[in-house]
């Protein structure tokens, strides 16, 4: 018996009581669904890739390791309403809003450090119509709602401290063309807002003024099908995904908030575009073909003068059977997220994981597609947040 129960020293006893406080760590963990306490540190960052589903109820939340891979977090996909189109992140990654337009709607969530969703009191506004749009102010303190109708139109909330939602008291305007499906976009500075009309084929400009108040500034006829705008950075350019011309739309912006079309516009895609996105040193433009010769993602070069040229090898295939609508960019610039409008692989839409060289040029990581467990995913509906840190 003695061999089975020595005696215990000093450091025996210490080891023994740091084993148990690890293992009662690691049992809280896993009962709570949170990742090792180190890496939920108060004040250390942590990276979500969100995904809000179209055709089921919620949205999908996957952790974004440090080298890159996505895991699903406990408790995902976090119900919302029925029939998202659209989804808008806040600045610091804090707080996420979706348009919902079976129970029309927009509701507002706290995305917590451990990747959870919390719904915001006060942030749930029921609308007339079907809001299809819900886009933040680069500064997080409005909030854009576009709503289809013959004509649509586009109202404004003030964004709380807390979150919640208040109206401005300002006008609603007007969304001319054949808006019943609009999505939108917010000028990088903020000075101006963008509506695109997927049935209208048209593109509408607002000068956002002090306190939320939107001042029509023109609509122009674009591509047919437009989705998506697309800034660059600076707030240069701006690109439109327009769907039925398997092509992309491109604009100059002017110092007045103009638009002019630029060189070599529409610029050919290879497949039908979702939404597009760019790089945060404003050099490359990639967006994902759901439909074409084999699905892939389209890659470009952005010039000086904004025109696109292809990168080299693109179009990248997509693995069969999926259906790339939605991308996102790791700011560690070496990895790209795809996310399928639909897929054949699995029930719910996958998201891949994809490999940016010094070229810009894409290859398949050898990660394995990660179920989102949405739905469906259609429009402007997938984001990466980064909570607690830049």
Not at 195 to 221: D, E, H
Not at 262 to 271: D, K, M, Q, R
Not at 339 to 349: F, G, K, L, N
């Amino acid at each position: 018996m003695s061999r089975l129960a020595p005696q215990r020293t000093p450091l025996s006893t210490a080891r023994v009581a740091a084993g148990l406080t690890v293992a009662l760590g690691i049992v809280l963990a896993l009962i709570m669904g949170q990742q090792p306490m180190a890496s939920s540190a108060p004040g250390s960052t942590h990276r979500f890739l969100l995904t809000a589903a179209t055709g089921s109820m919620g949205i999908s939340v996957l952790r974004v390791s440090d080298s890159g891979g996505l895991a699903p977090v406990a408790g995902t996909p976090f119900r919302t309403g029925f029939g998202v189109l659209s989804l808008t992140v806040s600045p610091d990654g804090s707080t996420v809003y979706v348009p919902h337009i079976v129970e029309p709607a927009v509701s507002g969530y706290r995305l917590d450090r451990f990747g959870r969703l919390h719904e915001i009191p006060g942030a749930r506004l029921n609308f007339s119509g079907l809001p299809t749009a819900a886009q933040l102010a680069p500064d997080g303190k409005h909030l854009y709602v576009v709503v289809g109708g013959l004509p649509g139109r586009v109202e404004s909330f003030a964004v709380t401290a807390s979150g919640a939602l208040r109206p401005t008291g300002m006008p609603a305007v007007r969304v001319d063309g054949l808006s019943v499906v609009g999505q939108a976009a917010v000028d990088p500075d903020g000075r101006f807002l963008r509506v695109v009309t997927y049935l209208g084929t048209t593109l509408s400009s607002y000068a956002i003024g002090p306190g939320g108040r939107l001042t029509p500034r023109g609509v122009m006829s674009i591509g047919l099908g437009p989705v998506a705008p697309a800034f660059t950075p600076d707030g240069r350019y701006l690109y439109t995904s327009d769907e039925l011309t398997l092509s992309m739309s491109g604009f100059r912006v002017r110092r007045d908030g103009g638009l002019t079309r630029l060189p070599g516009s529409p610029f050919v895609t290879g497949g039908i575009p979702h939404g597009a996105i760019v790089t945060p040193d404003g050099r490359r433009l990639y967006v994902p073909n759901a439909i074409g010769v084999g699905t892939s993602i389209a890659g470009f070069d952005v010039h000086a003068d904004g025109r696109l040229t292809p990168l080299p090898h693109s179009p990248y295939p997509m693995p069969l059977g999926s259906l790339p609508g939605s991308l996102a960019l790791n700011p560690d610039g070496k990895h790209l997220y795809a996310v399928d409008v639909a897929t054949v692989r699995s029930t719910s839409s996958q998201a891949h994981t994809y490999l940016i060289a010094a070229d810009g040029s894409l290859r398949p990581s050898n990660r394995q597609p990660v179920d989102t467990g949405a739905l469906i995913t259609d429009g402007p509906v997938v984001a990466l947040a980064t909570v607690g840190g830049p």
